[in-house]
Nanobody, 125 residues
Framework: QVQLAESGGGLVQAGGSLRLSCAASARTFSNYNMGWFRQNPGKEHDFVAGITRSGGGTIYADSVKGRFTISRDNAKNTVYLQMNSLKPEDTAVYYC??????????????????WGQGTQVTVSS
């Protein structure tokens, strides 16, 4: 089964930027819709962004639209999340997720088949 590994998190001041990466082990990475979620302790996983198999379509949570950009490089088995104009409320553990069951990219955690271990993003005020 596909294995996912996030990287790129860290501590940044409000207004700053971070670029997260998610490396996938799947031999057929292009078969997977990919998504980014975030979670704080004791809370559910919140959808952040999603991208279709070819990379031709993207969707975003309203809270990050215009600030975050999801992209993928299927030749490198990698999906990215560029985060600009970061706010303290963006602080969370960010997870990469992969889905091959659905026809289209989804916004629900349970729609996805595999997840990474997460990377911490902390935005200071």
């Amino acid at each position: 089964q596909v294995q996912l590994a996030e990287s790129g998190g860290g501590l940044v001041q409000a207004g700053g930027s971070l670029r997260l990466s998610c490396a996938a082990s799947a031999r057929t990475f292009s078969n997977y819709n990919m998504g980014w979620f975030r979670q704080n302790p004791g809370k559910e996983h919140d959808f952040v962004a999603g991208i279709t198999r070819s990379g031709g379509g993207t969707i975003y949570a309203d809270s990050v639209k215009g600030r975050f950009t999801i992209s993928r490089d299927n030749a490198k088995n990698t999906v990215y999340l560029q985060m600009n104009s970061l706010k303290p409320e963006d602080t969370a553990v960010y997870y990469c997720a992969a889905d091959r069951r659905r026809l289209g990219v989804g916004r629900e955690w349970d729609q996805y088949d595999a997840w990474g271990q997460g990377t911490q993003v902390t935005v200071s005020s």
